[in-house]
């Protein structure tokens, strides 16, 4: 159970980009970050994606605002109906985002967007320029917190739109496109701080928002992920869900020094993937939902809103995803809502909760 498994061979660690220290003198902004990333010689973020990113990172700014604001902006509680998800949309679901598609719809830099919270792909409205993107999203990330004042995010991620696009309307099918070829991924976390994470290829690094004047500066990068951290993160409710292999693997750790691996394991689960990532980004550990292996069980994370941009960051920040069996950037999606079972963090736990294949 604690060996390594030959699934994660070909995941790399990340080559971090040189960056200025974020803890010495001024603090680097986002827009000069990303400015900086568009001269580099082998140019990660050229224009159209430098603007994307700033578009996507106001209306993180504007969702924050809306968040902040609780019962008395009237934004707190559910609406009363469902999400092509089958799940209770909460208000801000959707007031995350039309946030999100009226900040995104008129600059120029997409083709289309797609969301969790929409049944299909969401066009660039005729009277505005296309570009040369495609962006999902889940605009609220934890929703089931928002009414408890936890923390809760939004998770993003680019595409290339495929060349045919220039010719023809977007499709669901040219969504449909493995994790490893993202060019951008993100979340923000609305929590005491407000806080954006970004990955363009070239390590993940955190931004926090300044809420005097507005600006997002750079608090912490390159991320890398500390290995080694005895914490996971799972829900306990769904054991019976689980396969024997990780039944097994958390059996081993919650059985501590009694159990085979002489250690003792500590347990996080604020029900918010994005607080989970990021906490183990920045101290270590594993994160956990795995499929449902009963009969007819199906998993529960989405892979292109939720799994695919998380494991991107995770891998850049040195770390592994799989989605139990294999890498997650290596699955080709079926279908625009199509879901996972995700296993990500620390490569050690990652690899031991992950089934040997063969």
């Not at 294999?326 to 620390?346: A, C, K, N, Q, T």
Request: some cysteine; overall charge negative; glycine content about 10%.
């Amino acid at each position: 159970m604690t060996s390594e498994t030959t699934v994660l061979e070909s995941v790399p660690a990340a080559a971090a980009a040189p960056a200025p220290n974020p803890q010495s003198g001024q603090r680097v902004t986002l827009t000069r970050f990303l400015i900086e990333q568009q001269r580099r010689p082998d140019s990660p973020c050229p224009p159209q994606l430098r603007l994307l990113l700033e578009t996507v990172a106001r209306a993180c700014k504007a969702i924050n605002f809306s968040i902040s604001k609780g019962a008395l902006g009237d934004v707190l509680g559910s609406l009363g109906a469902e999400n092509v998800q089958g799940e209770v949309q909460k208000k801000l679901d959707v007031i995350a985002n039309d946030i999100l598609l009226d900040a995104n719809e008129w600059g120029g830099q997409l083709a289309a967007m797609a969301s969790e919270e929409m049944e299909t792909l969401h066009p660039i409205p005729g009277r505005f320029p296309k570009g040369e993107y495609l962006l999902v999203f889940d605009p609220i990330d934890g929703s089931s917190n928002i009414d408890v004042n936890l923390s809760v995010g939004t998770i993003f991620s680019v595409l290339r739109a495929p060349e045919a696009c220039a010719g023809r309307d977007v499709t669901e099918d040219d969504f449909l496109q493995a994790g490893t070829e993202q060019v951008a991924a993100g979340y923000a976390i609305y929590g005491p701080q407000t806080l954006l994470v970004l990955t363009v290829g070239t390590g993940v690094y955190e931004f926090t928002l300044d809420r005097e004047i507005g600006t997002w500066r750079m608090t912490d990068g390159p991320m890398q992920m500390p290995q080694g951290n005895r914490e996971f993160a799972v829900n306990m409710a769904r054991r019976r869900q689980w396969s024997p292999h990780v039944a097994a693997y958390i059996e081993e750790r919650i059985c501590g020094t009694e159990g085979p691996l002489g250690v003792d394991y500590n347990m996080r689960w604020p029900a918010s993937m994005v607080a989970d990532v990021h906490r183990i980004i920045k101290r270590g550990g594993v994160f956990l939902y795995p499929a449902d292996s009963r009969p007819g069980g199906k998993p529960r994370l989405r892979l292109l809103y939720e799994a695919n941009p998380m494991s991107f960051l995770v891998e850049q920040a040195g770390g592994a995803a799989t989605n139990g069996t294999m890498r997650i950037l290596d699955v080709p999606p079926s279908s625009l809502h199509e879901r996972v079972g995700v296993i990500l963090g620390d490569r050690a736990e990652v690899a031991a909760a992950t089934q040997p294949q063969g």
